[in-house]
């Protein structure tokens, strides 16, 4: 007996039932599917900062739209987007920078910033990219070498990623260079020891030509260890000092310091210790300023002023005339008092003859 096998042709599926079909499965595995955006909130909030990280990349890397999502979130702050560019030579061009990173995404803005006043490089630069993962990569690779040197990146709001006492003994100074070593050569010898992070031959904004020395920053101690444990190198037929910049620095400082150092004379003191320091001071002797003589006659002094003439009586008293002219009692002074004080003589006169300094006793009638 042969058995007949019926073979059915497929049945073709509209969307809306290939939907309904996707939703009674999920309901048969006891999930659903369809939340409203307030209970998906609900289910978020109690997540950890990594629970919720983890799900959206899971997300981004399942769905395109969900990783767009994610991109254009996160390139809204420029903060995010912007990187800061350091170490550029003087002749590098804006265009020259951006083309030194487009090759990591879009770049929306991109320039070297100038001197206002003089139009020239001011040897750092800004790029800006439309995306926040496209800055992400350039950073991967923070030291690039542009135009010769070798320049670091790092986002413009963070400042500088290394701390100054991390950097201080990485970056090294090279002096006695040859006028003619570029810094290609310079590098090229100084990458055996280890990798550069930042490094070029200084040159003069103005003129555009070596100044003899340069800086090389490695991105280890250890790189900057190995280069230091020979000081002294020769580089295209010049011996070369190598130590760390800081150090060099300090010295700068203290050679700037001390010929700004001017000699102070010591104070001069007063007196004999001006001749001699070790001898005590002298005190001076003070003269008294010279008194007015006090003369009973100074009424006739031309220039003396003197508005009482003085009396007999009060002559008596006084010693010194008393004993350098004719002594006379007091009853004879008292006879001829009023006599002298109107300017006339009594009878019988007063005796004659020069008073003290010349001066008469009496200048009234004979």
Not at 213 to 240: C, Q, S, W, Y
């Amino acid at each position: 007996m042969e058995t007949v096998v019926h073979s059915e042709s497929p049945v073709t599926e509209t969307p809306a039932e290939e939907s309904k079909k996707r939703k009674l499965n999920a309901e048969s595995n006891g999930s659903s599917i369809v939340l409203s955006v307030e209970e998906l909130k609900k289910l978020l909030e109690p997540l950890s900062k990594e629970q919720l990280i983890a799900l959206l990349v899971n997300a981004g890397s399942q769905f395109s739209t969900v990783a767009d999502e994610i991109r254009d979130v996160a390139s809204k702050d420029p903060a995010h987007r912007k990187l800061f560019v350091r170490g550029l030579a003087w002749e590098t061009t804006s265009q020259a920078l951006r083309d030194a990173f487009e090759q990591y995404g879009e770049i929306e803005e991109g320039a070297v910033i100038t001197d206002k006043a003089t139009g020239k490089s001011r040897g750092f630069g800004f790029i800006t990219f439309k995306h926040m993962d496209s800055a992400q990569r350039a950073l991967k690779e923070p030291s690039k070498n542009i135009d010769g040197r070798i320049t670091v990146c790092n986002l413009a709001s963070s400042g500088s990623t290394a701390t100054p006492t991390d950097q201080a003994q990485r970056k090294l100074y090279i002096g006695g260079l040859s006028y003619e070593t570029s810094s290609d050569t310079l590098l090229a010898i100084f990458s055996q020891y280890g990798e550069i992070e930042e490094g070029a031959v200084a040159y003069d904004k103005n003129t555009n030509k070596s100044r003899g020395f340069a800086f090389v920053t490695f991105k280890t101690l250890e790189g900057a260890r190995r280069a230091m444990d020979d000081p002294n190198k020769n580089i295209e037929g010049r011996h070369v000092i190598v130590k760390l910049a800081a150090e060099g620095q300090k010295e700068k400082a203290a050679a700037q310091a001390a010929a700004l150092q001017v000699p102070v004379a010591p104070p001069v003191q007063s007196g004999y210790a001006a001749v001699n320091r070790n001898l005590a001071t002298y005190p001076r002797t003070q003269v008294a300023a010279p008194q007015a003589p006090a003369l009973g006659f100074a009424y006739t002094t031309p220039g003396l002023a003197y508005t009482t003439p003085p009396t007999y009586a009060a002559l008596s008293a006084t010693t010194q005339y008393a004993a350098s002219g004719p002594q006379y009692n007091p009853a004879q002074y008292a006879q001829y008092a009023t006599a002298f004080q109107t300017q006339a003589a009594p009878q019988g006169g007063l005796p004659t003859g020069a008073g003290v300094g010349g001066m008469p006793y009496y200048t009234g009638g004979t």
